[in-house]
């Protein structure tokens, strides 16, 4: 895989993905006490998006640039001021979510914390955007991409 920068894993609700998703997909939002995680994000940066409470993998999306949007008002929910610019590479619906547990044993470091207590992996979810190995990012990647083409023949890059 070519190298495309950093990986990060960044977080939403059902309600917030479903909005990210209908206002187009090209404007990620995130609460202010994240801010100095997210004016880390370069472009070219991946994200993976990850529906909370046991939804799963939803999307891949890549920084589009380096420009601070805060002032752009099209994400419409109260509480994300900071803003970045992405393209939406990879897009699944709600109900073909891939769950965590179907890649545990692919990504070493939620496996390991899943074995010593069940349901730790949840840490790694915390804190976003949150910087994930290149290693497991690709894992996620991966079946992305494969659910996609399963459900759309979406190509992803």
Do not use: C
């Not at 994000?41 to 601070?68: C, H, I, N, S, T």
């Amino acid at each position: 895989m070519a190298d495309r920068g950093k990986h990060f894993v960044t977080v939403f609700t059902r309600t917030t993905w479903e909005h990210f998703v209908s206002s187009g997909g090209s404007v990620l939002g995130f609460r202010s006490n994240a801010s100095e995680r997210a004016h880390r994000l370069v472009e070219g940066d991946r994200l993976l998006g990850y529906v909370v409470d046991g939804v799963g993998f939803v999307g891949l999306l890549e920084v589009a640039a380096e420009e601070d949007l805060t002032d752009d008002t099209s994400w419409g929910f109260e509480g994300f001021p900071i803003k970045i610019s992405v393209r939406t590479l990879i897009s699944l619906p709600l109900e073909a979510a891939i769950p965590v547990t179907s890649l545990i044993r692919q990504l070493p470091r939620l496996f390991a914390a899943d074995q010593r207590q069940a349901g730790a992996w949840g840490g790694f979810f915390r804190g976003a955007p949150k910087m994930w190995p290149r290693y497991e990012a690709e894992v996620v990647e991966s079946a992305l991409s494969t659910a996609a083409l399963q459900l759309t023949g979406q190509r992803s890059e």
